[in-house]
């Protein structure tokens, strides 16, 4: 048959119900073009020494990096980020940078359980301006509140599950909870709604709200992620709260008594921090996350969907993005901090892309390109699988599975009872009578029947009544049923039930000899008539 050359060989249109919407394609495109805009480049590679924090000062003229990095902290200041300057921290390794609600102090603990608290805004000698000890171990926890410019406490918790409430001038605690929880701390939030909420996620899988106003008095809410819980981190509303722990995000309702808002898995290995992220042209937040799989990911919270996903060379273990939403960092494993910086846009784009922001436009979907198939993709072996078949076209059906049944399966695994009692519970005479037949070819349905139950064997009288007259099965059957009382006659006579059966079939039995009598008479007064009429 020749090949019509007119016509492509393999037609492909988009079905229309395959076409995103135009609401739903604009939001995707809003999220979509502001984080492909952003271009990645190396802040800083050096040792083999993981970056485990990264924090931006949250009141400042230009975006300010710290970075805990070995035994340093390093300072990142400017538009692009210019190295400010290194903050040794006595020889130990650095954890959790954090800023003061103004930017003019940073507090950082190390591996001793030793916190120190820097001058964050001036250049000075490094010295620490205050010394907090009261941790045995690691101190991966210290945070500064964020709401209602509290400028004098601050929260530090570690490794030895001791959660610490300091007032920072006098360098005491207010309040210490020694067994905050079962496990190392590994994470910290303080509330943006009030400077006196803050919450903690440990290793022993769960997280835990506390009040500063009740002192050490116990958590006001407690809620177990399923996970080791890496990091913790509070939404823009201060009402929900995001918890980081495996390859899930989880984000909880807080105000609702530590309600499932919804779960998030997609990254493959385990997440190692969250971050808000802000986009500049709209003024919207997301949620971003970094894991072990070095990719960071974008998820908007409020529409409950992942919108964006950044890839990276290297496991990464800390993010953050700027206040302005212009710069978002990324620490790795292996001592390399990736910055990514949106590029400079033309007036006209950045007005564009505000006025999409606000829908004063609709996106429209561009035409779609055809796309090549080649023989390692995977849409090109199912080409044309669709396609009707055409007047002389040769057509090779595919057979149709055939579904056996339970009786011959059990058959074929020489069940031969078993197959016997499907069939008949199936009360269907045909597949019976074929399956005593083979049982008979067998030389097994004597034995069969020899070994039913009581019940089984009722099954079996009550089928030998109801079909045992049927011309067709008539022969057969009624030689079964003296085989049956033959063989069983003692379990019969016992039981009630099965001797009630019996009567039965024997009732049915002289109906049908009955009917078989008055028949043969009509066919003698029938015989004469018909000969004579045939002469």
Known sequence: ????TSKPFFPAAPHQALL????????????????RAFRSSELVSGAEFPVTDLTFAPAASSPTLAAAWSTSLHLFSGDPLQSLR????????????????????????DKRGVVRVFRADKPATGAALRTLRAHAAETRVVRYPVAGGDKLHLITAGDDALLTYWDVPSETPVFTVPAAHRDYIRGGATSPADHNIFATGSYDRSVKLWDARTGNSGPS???????????????????????????VVKIWDVIGGGRLVHSVESHVKTVMALAIGKMATTGETRLLSAGIDGYVKCFDFGKLKMTHSLRHPQPLLSVACSPCGTVLVAGSAKGKIYMSKRKNKA??????DKRAGNGEIDWASPEPEKPVLRPNYYRYFLRGQNEKAKEGDFVIEKPKKVKIAEHDKLLRKFTHKGALVSALAKNNPRSAVAVMEELVARRKLVRSIGNLDMDELGLLLEFLRR?????????????????????????????EKLRMHVRNLKRMVGEEIQIQHTLLGIQGMISPML???SR
């Open 467 to 495: 079909n045992a007259t049927l011309p067709r099965y008539a022969r057969f059957l009624l030689g079964v049923a003296n085989k049956v009382l033959e063989m069983r006659g003692e379990d019969i006579r016992s039981d």
């Open 531 to 533: 000969a004579l009429a």
């Open 86 to 109: 290194r903050i040794s921290v006595a020889g130990d390794l650095a954890f959790s940078p954090t800023f003061r609600c103004d930017g003019a102090l940073l507090a950082a603990g």
């Open 221 to 247: 809410l407690s809620f177990s992620h399923g996970e080791l819980v890496e990091s913790v981190l509070f939404l823009p509303s201060g009402g929900l709260l995001a918890t980081a722990g495996g390859n």
């Open 347 to 352: 007036a006209g784009d950045e007005d564009e």
């Open 20 to 35: 995103p919407s135009r609401g739903a394609a604009a939001r995707a495109s809003l999220d979509g073009s502001y984080w």
């Open 1 to 4: 048959m020749a090949a019509d």
